[in-house]
């Protein structure tokens, strides 16, 4: 998937997958950990939580560790990773928690299945949804677009910029997210050039300029997302998603699946006994209380850690059947 403003500081991110070889904390037997919690109430030790680069990733990441660290006792880290690299950690115990996993099957395979350091811990509650949209002005003024993905290329021109001309540009966000886009550019023989924005903050951005300009774009998005609440972007309809189209990433020319989002955990950290991993097993939540959090983090320039706990604070009963689930 598919990002953001990340907190840098609180824990230094891992740069590439060389550098998972650090010493495991956390993620593996928990009572052997260096650097652990309070020594009163649980013995909870450490949580090493992996932070992928979207912000409503880092909402659900925030809440659970804040809950972690002021309920349960925890030393929380926060890793800011890719989504394989973070993969990569369960074997060393440098991560411990990929907090909402966007369908991953051969990371899967490699970890959980085959390597066996890594388990699925169910859904996080969060149906994620990808595909193109574009700005609401352009669906209202052309809504051939969007009933028919076989006009874009009648439009391809207005949506070509110096880097793309003559053909018309797709605007996708980070380059680690899920994306399946320059296979169906090329297997739908459309006329187009997908560019990378870079990050999520920069795609937000463009589609924001768009509306306000009445200009053409078209871009990869994602839901849940906290933006759409304030541009309400339209997604075109693609060849519909049928079980197995997308099974050669190479030759996919379908929409992609619709997305429940799960977490997946350490294995030794899931049976280390500890409460945080009881309450990572519990967690579950709504896409509007992510985009809740996730718009008071990118919209409102809150601090993640105070972001999560306004929203600890007006749901105390929902996180006491995490705790005590």
Avoid at 37 to 54: F, R
Avoid at 113 to 133: L, P, R
Avoid at 158 to 167: I, L, S, V, Y
Avoid at 249 to 254: S, Y
Wanted: proline share 5%; charged share 20%.
């Amino acid at each position: 998937m598919r990002v953001t403003k990340r907190r840098a500081g609180r824990v230094a991110a891992l740069a590439a997958a060389a550098s998972l070889a650090l010493a495991a904390c956390g993620g593996g037997d928990i009572s052997d950990s260096a650097g652990g919690g309070s020594s009163s109430g649980p013995d909870c030790d450490t949580l090493n939580m992996a932070i992928n680069p979207w912000v409503g990733y880092e909402a659900s990441a925030y809440v659970v560790g804040q809950v972690a660290e002021t309920q349960l006792n925890c030393t929380v880290n926060y890793k800011d990773l890719k989504e394989e690299v973070a993969w990569q950690g369960f074997a060393t115990g440098e991560v411990d928690v990929v907090i909402e996993n966007w369908g991953h099957p051969d990371l899967e395979k490699k970890y959980i299945d085959q390597q066996g350091v890594a388990v699925d811990v169910g859904s996080q509650g969060n149906e994620g949804i990808i595909g193109w949209y574009i700005p609401p002005w352009l669906a209202e003024a052309h809504p051939d677009i969007v009933d028919n993905w076989e006009n874009l290329n009648k439009y391809a021109s207005d949506f070509a910029t110096a880097e793309t001309q003559p053909k018309g540009q797709l605007l996708d966000g980070d380059p680690s997210y899920v994306t399946n886009d320059e296979a169906l550019v090329e297997n739908l023989n459309l006329d187009f050039q997908v560019v990378y924005a870079g990050s999520e903050a920069a795609l937000i951005q463009a589609f924001r300029k768009a509306e306000e300009n009445q200009e053409f774009l078209l871009g990869y998005f994602y839901e849940p997302q906290w933006f759409l609440s304030e541009v309400p972007l339209v997604k075109i309809n693609l060849p519909p998603y049928t079980d197995g189209c997308d099974a050669d990433a190479a030759k996919v020319a379908c929409d992609y699946p619709p997305y429940p989002l799960n977490k997946v955990a350490a294995t030794k950290f899931m049976d280390s006994g500890s409460p945080a991993a009881n309450l990572v097993q519990n967690f579950t939540w709504t896409n509007d209380d992510q985009n809740s959090v996730a718009k008071a983090i990118a919209d409102e320039g809150m601090a993640p850690e105070d972001a999560a706990q306004q929203w600890i604070d007006a749901n105390q009963d929902t996180v006491d059947t995490w705790i005590n689930g």
